[in-house]
């Protein structure tokens, strides 16, 4: 599992905050938050809100996709997909293009294409849990 020093999309503030109720991974983020009360519960101990929890959620579920790391998640950044929910609001040939011009913009070789129909798949299987 991921730190969740990976999260782009939380302030050092909360950072320091998570890490003070002994999160440090991404999946321990994922466990805490994982219905809508514990989301208000983590919002509340940290001082956040519950769209703050849940953006961090989207990107920590993303961040626990199977064979994903930094690379990927710095092509993910650069093809503007922050999380779950952006690779949910569109089709495996969006995803596609948008992680080759990603890749292309990074001058890095994109991903196969079993990869990403990969990420693209555990994403719908993701929202269906």
Request: glycine share 4%; aromatic share 6%.
């Amino acid at each position: 599992m991921p730190p969740i020093t990976e999260l782009t999309r939380i302030e050092p503030v909360y950072l320091d905050r998570l890490e003070h109720q002994g999160i440090f991974t991404t999946g321990l983020l994922l466990e805490v938050s994982e219905t809508p009360t514990r989301r208000q519960t983590l919002a509340d101990q940290v001082d956040a809100t519950t769209n703050d929890v849940g953006a961090w959620r989207d990107e920590a579920l993303m961040l626990n996709l199977a064979s994903f790391g930094s690379n990927e998640h710095r092509l993910m950044i650069q093809a503007e997909i922050e999380g779950l929910r952006d690779i949910l609001a569109i089709d495996l040939d969006a995803f596609t293009v948008r992680l080759e011009r990603a890749a292309a913009e990074l001058r890095v070789d994109p991903p196969d294409a079993l990869r990403v129909a990969g990420w693209w798949e555990q994403a719908r299987r993701l929202e269906d849990e």
